[in-house]
Nanobody, 117 residues
């Protein structure tokens, strides 16, 4: 069983930055790609960013490209999401997830990000 615990969310103003963290339990973290997703009120959950197992490859949703950076530290079992130039439309609950094959099989409980205008 893998547990993912997100942290770092909060209430910020438009233009501010936040860094989200996701710590994974277990000893297999470094073997799996990881992703960040978000879900705004009344909307479907959407992909934000992904990172390969080594951290060498990253990919982003068009809506955040250029403002967001995903990274990981396998020694700390942690994946990060650095978000800059935040906008009110970035308001959502942010989730990290482990990718296994084509599916994401483990999810965290989420951390709330609220961006005021």
């Amino acid at each position: 069983q893998v547990q993912l615990v997100e942290s770092g969310g909060g209430l910020v103003q438009a233009g501010d930055s936040l860094r989200l963290s996701c710590v994974a339990s277990g000893r297999t973290f470094s073997r799996y790609p990881m992703g960040w997703f978000r879900q705004a009120p009344g909307k479907e959950r959407e992909f934000v960013a992904g990172v390969s197992w080594s951290g060498g490859t990253t990919y982003y949703a068009d809506s955040v490209k250029g403002r967001v950076t995903i990274s990981r530290d396998n020694a700390k079992n942690t994946v990060y999401l650095q978000m800059n130039s935040l906008k009110p439309e970035d308001t959502a609950v942010y989730y990290c997830a482990r990718r296994s094959g084509t599916d994401y099989d483990y999810w965290g409980q989420g951390t709330q990000v609220t961006v005021s205008s």
